[in-house]
């Protein structure tokens, strides 16, 4: 009597009618797998009572205990710049890789170069996570690519529809309708938005469209000239206020889309003698160590980076063992300083929709 085949995952492949690189994804919980996909995988898998030898798995791939941070630069001129929401987040990530017994690469990227390719070939590190991107439609064909050739990588950023890959990020939608609730029922009735609104900041945009619809709610309008694009930096903060000022159009409130763009527009209208809170009221997002200690501190939108972190981590590990991962956002909350709370007398009974 002969001896019974070993099946493999080339049998698995055939019977599925698919190639055995997406059984290998498949059984991994890859997210570049469609559920049609994975259900005919998993069938052909009990039909042939095919089992994963994980030891071999893991002795084919060489795990290195290592997973790799990967920075992208800001927008500033000496690309010196790190955004400070993003180093707490970094914090959070040291710790969750040493509870797991990982190591952590950190590496300063420049977009420019063809990072995706040449991080994924070097083979430093078991799987990556990404912080900052700039431009995301640029971005994106980048993360496409690098989803495309099997790399284990999480990002945080925002969670979209129909992404192939594992993002992970904030509720930024439900942080701007917060925001602008609070400002509205401080009286403001003309409140402006200071950042990039469009698909190329997904975040931002978001931010921008939760505000959006918290004025609509109150028979608000957000207006054209009371919106200017911003890039989250101080000097673009202070640029972007510059200008709404030189449109010399009424408003008594701001919300900023992030921390770092709220401190620079307050650094302008105090050169140009502009009160806060007393003339406009001021909210950002993010939550950054500085927003308690400017004068006056500043009321903003708090992200979780403790857990950020932790769940990037617990989800690339998911990623890099076979286990499913998914696209996670995570819940926000309003922070209210000085900045936002209006005299009394600026105060007006906020106007509900009829």
């Known amino acids: 009597m002969g001896t019974k085949k070993r099946v493999t995952s080339f049998d698995i492949a055939d019977l599925a009618g698919v190639s055995q690189s997406t059984v290998s994804r498949a059984l991994r919980g890859s997210p570049l797998v469609n559920e049609e996909t994975r259900r005919r995988v998993q069938a052909a898998v009990e039909s042939l009572n095919y089992t994963v030898d994980k030891n071999a798995s893991n002795l084919r791939r060489k795990f290195s205990g290592t997973l790799a941070l990967l920075f992208f630069e800001d927008p500033t001129a000496d690309e010196s710049h790190i955004n400070p929401f993003f180093l707490s987040i970094l914090g959070s990530i040291t710790r969750a890789c ?9 590496s300063f990227q420049q977009m420019s170069r063809d990072w995706h390719a040449d991080f994924a070939d070097s083979k430093k590190a078991d799987g990556i996570i990404l912080l900052g991107y700039g431009d995301y439609l640029v971005y994106r ?4 690519k690098l989803a495309a050739q099997g790399t284990s990588f999480v990002r945080w950023g925002a969670v979209l ?5 594992v993002t992970i990020g904030c509720d930024n939608y439900q942080g701007g309708h917060a925001a602008a609730t609070h400002l509205v029922e401080q009286g403001c009735r003309r409140i402006a938005f200071l950042g990039d609104a469009s698909s190329h900041y997904p975040e931002f945009f978001e931010r921008y469209r939760g505000y959006a619809h918290a004025l609509e709610e109150h028979g608000l309008v957000a207006e054209a000239m009371l919106q200017v694009d911003a890039e989250s930096t101080e000097s673009s903060g202070h640029d972007a206020m510059t200008t709404l000022l030189a449109r010399h159009v009424e408003f008594d409130a701001v919300f900023a889309a992030s921390d770092l763009i709220a401190i620079g527009a307050l650094r302008a209208m105090g050169a140009q003698g502009v009160s806060v809170p007393g003339d406009v009221a001021l909210v950002g997002f993010d939550d950054i160590p500085a927003s308690g200690f400017v004068n006056p501190s500043l009321t903003t939108v708090h992200q979780d980076t403790k857990q950020a972190g932790e769940v990037l981590v617990d ?3 998911r990623l890099i063992r076979g286990q ?3 696209s996670t956002v ?6 209210v300083r000085q900045s936002s709370l209006r005299p009394p007398t600026k105060r007006r009974a906020a106007r509900k929709p009829t």
């Open 324 to 326: 499913p991962a998914e």
């Open 330 to 335: 995570l819940p926000v909350k309003l922070v």
């Open 98 to 106: 040493a509870r797991q017994g990982h190591d952590l690469l950190i």
């Open 161 to 165: 529809q129909g992404q192939p890959y």
């Open 141 to 144: 064909d980048r993360l496409e």
């Open 315 to 317: 989800n690339l590990l």
